[in-house]
């Protein structure tokens, strides 16, 4: 039997208790339609929906079975981990070799994200900085940290000639305020 | 005494590192130079385009698509690119698969390269490019006697962290846009 589950952000920054009846009926409305239009989808078990109700705008940031998304969240975990293997030289063109507890900020500030937004890819510079970057339409973000050991979120509309840049003192830095601000960017 | 052909004796070293070219007006001025002059033909002008290789696992992220930090060569040594006009894709593409496979020779512990496409981007969106108001960019014409298309894009001034940062997502955002298959 398909259950279909509206959440609010599972470790993150709203409660859906305070999402409109509007926004829900239009979230349930949609969860339907992907259940019919993808046979996937309605067979899954745990269909999960993410509303984030702020300013009265509904926004569905990631639909996927929880199983899923927790599956492809572990591999960009594990790609991340795999960076602290890495030695000087890893491209064969003299990139420095990531710091491994710049690696393990980057896997805590991560696990500080609802594990329904939108999923992020790792990159590695060969200057030693480490960290995911999300592209969406115009929408583009990266949290990275340099070879020097400073975190930094940077959010740009690729529209516009410039972005902001946010430095993230700690991986606990990453709190409900800027979740809020990371989704409704990518939104 | 100054040197004749400032840029084509900077490029022609080895050990050069972007950081120390001159001063952004400077910069423009070395744009009218060429770094080869029996064998250029000429300085690169606003209405070109430029051919990027985009190698596999290099420049590639875990969708198959540029990352945004794999061209930090315009603050290293300068992102090489051939000039559409005077370069082949046949002969871009030649070029790009030698060079791989002695990559691949010398590097037989490392993953194994492939030529995964070009990047053709605008010289003229590539310098329009602005940090606080002045030029982010500049592109040289570094023709060498085996390549007489050969360009450097390399970033110019002094850039603080935002400034890297809009400077290199900007031209992520150029390079995948204009992606084609080799």
Redesign the interface.
Same mark, same amino acid.
């Given at each position: 039997m398909t259950s279909t589950i509206i959440s609010g952000i599972e470790r993150g920054s709203s409660n859906s208790s305070s999402a409109p009846p509007k926004a829900l009926v239009l979230a349930l409305a949609i969860a339907m339609a992907g259940s019919a239009l993808n046979p996937h989808i309605q067979e899954s078990p745990d269909l999960r929906i993410q509303t984030n109700s702020h300013d009265g705008v509904l926004q569905i940031s990631s639909i996927g079975t929880k199983a899923s998304l927790e599956a492809q969240w572990a591999r960009l975990r594990s %790609?991340l981990a795999a960076f602290k293997e890495y030695r000087l030289n890893w491209?064969?063109?003299g990139g420095v070799a990531p710091n491994p507890e710049h690696v393990e900020a980057i896997l805590q500030a991560l696990a500080r994200l609802p594990i329904d937004m939108s999923i992020p +890819?790792?990159?590695?510079?060969?200057?030693g900085?480490v960290g995911v970057?999300w592209s969406s339409g115009n929408a583009?973000a990266?949290l990275t940290i340099?070879s020097l050991g400073?975190m930094?979120l940077?959010l %740009?509309s690729?529209d516009e000639?410039?972005?902001v840049?946010k430095v993230l003192p700690s991986p606990d830095a990453i709190d409900e305020r800027v979740i809020h601000e990371l989704s409704q960017h990518l939104a | 005494m100054a040197a004749e052909n400032p840029c084509a004796e900077f490029f022609a070293r080895l050990d050069r590192k972007i950081e120390d070219l001159p001063e952004p007006d400077v910069c423009t001025a070395w744009e009218a130079l060429t770094a080869c002059p029996e064998h250029s033909p000429g300085p690169v002008e606003d209405n070109e385009e430029l051919r990027r290789r985009i190698i596999y696992p @290099?420049h590639i992220? @875990?969708?198959d698509a540029p990352?945004?930090?794999c061209f /930090?060569d315009l603050w /290293?040594h300068g992102l090489s690119a051939d000039r559409v006009e005077y370069r082949t894709v046949g002969q871009s593409r030649a070029d790009a698969i030698g060079a791989i496979d002695d990559?691949n020779f010398d590097?037989a512990d490392?993953p194994k390269r492939s030529l995964r496409g070009f990047a053709i981007v605008s010289v003229s969106d590539l310098r329009r490019l +602005?940090v606080n108001d002045i030029r982010a960019l500049a592109i040289f014409d570094t023709a060498m006697p085996t390549n007489s298309s050969h360009a450097d894009v390399c970033a110019v001034g002094r850039m603080d +962290?935002?400034a890297k %940062?809009?400077l290199r @997502?900007?031209v992520w955002?150029f390079l995948k846009k204009g992606l084609v298959a080799a």
């Open positions: %790609r491209n064969g063109e +890819k790792p990159m590695l510079s060969d200057d900085e970057y583009f990266d340099d400073e930094s940077y %740009r690729l000639e410039g972005g840049l | @290099t992220d @875990t969708a990352s945004p930090v /930090s /290293s990559w590097n490392k +602005k +962290k935002l %940062r809009d @997502t900007s955002h």
